[in-house]
C-alpha cells in the first residue's frame, strides 16, 4: 500500500480541475449530512434537470377529458380569496402541485416563473400552481425567492383526474378540457417545446 506521503504527491500531480471535481464531491457528501442543505442541494440538481429535460405530449390515444363534475373544484389563493375551478372553462390551463419541501419542486420554479413571465397578460390561459401546505411557509417560500406566479391551497381533495402519488406533478390542459400534457419530476417549462404546445392551444 503507498504512504500517505506518496498519496499526498500523487494527488497534487492531479489536474486543477480534477482537484475542483474532488472538492465539489466532498461539500455535496458533508452537506448531505446537514438536513438544513438537503433541500438547497436537491433544489441544485433538479435546477440542472429541469433546464434540459423538456417535457411532452401524451398520445392521442391515451389523452383524457375533464368532466363537468371536474371543474366543482375550489381553491383559495394564498390572501385567502376562493377560487373556482370551473373559471377555467375555455382557457388553456397550467397546473402544477408542489410544497416547499420538495426538491424538483424547487428545482423547476424558476422555469414555472418564467413561463408565467410570458404568458402573464393573455387572458387565454390560466396558471394554477397548488400546494396544501401552511400558507404563511407558502408566502415565505415566495417571498423570498421574488415569485409571483399565482399559488392556491385547494381546499379539498382534487378531483381524481389529478390524482398523483409523486409531487411535482404538472398538467397542461386544453380550452375543451383536454390533458394534453402530464409530467412528474422537474421539467424545462420555460423551454421552446412548452412554448410551443401551449402557444398550438391558446391558437386552436
Not at 10 to 21: C, E
Not at 82 to 94: A, R
Not at 121 to 139: G, M, P, R, Y
Request: aromatic share 12%; with cysteine.
Amino acid at each position: 500500500m503507498k504512504s500517505i506521503n506518496e498519496r499526498i504527491k500523487t494527488y497534487k500531480k492531479k489536474s486543477i480541475w480534477s482537484k475542483v471535481t474532488d472538492i465539489i464531491f466532498i461539500t455535496f457528501i458533508i452537506a448531505l449530512f446537514i438536513p438544513s442543505s438537503r433541500l438547497a442541494i436537491g433544489g441544485f440538481v433538479n435546477r440542472i434537470k429541469s433546464m434540459i429535460i423538456q417535457p411532452s405530449e401524451i398520445e392521442t390515444t391515451d389523452e383524457q377529458r375533464l368532466s363537468e363534475n371536474d371543474y366543482k373544484w375550489e381553491l383559495s389563493d394564498i390572501h385567502g380569496s376562493t377560487f373556482k375551478f370551473e373559471n377555467t372553462k375555455d382557457k388553456v390551463i397550467f397546473l402544477n402541485f408542489w410544497a416547499t419541501w420538495c426538491p424538483p419542486c424547487v428545482g423547476e420554479m424558476p422555469e414555472i416563473q418564467k413561463l408565467y413571465d410570458t404568458y402573464k397578460n393573455n387572458d387565454n390561459i390560466v396558471f394554477l400552481i397548488v400546494t396544501s401546505e401552511d400558507i404563511k411557509a407558502v408566502q415565505n417560500f415566495l417571498s423570498k425567492r421574488d415569485y409571483n406566479f399565482p399559488v392556491y391551497l385547494s381546499k379539498y381533495r382534487p378531483p381524481e383526474i389529478f390524482n398523483s402519488q409523486s409531487i411535482p406533478t404538472t398538467f397542461i390542459i386544453s380550452k375543451d378540457g383536454t390533458i394534453k400534457v402530464k409530467e412528474k419530476g422537474a421539467q424545462n417549462w420555460s423551454g421552446e417545446k412548452t412554448i410551443d404546445i401551449i402557444n398550438k392551444l391558446i391558437n386552436n
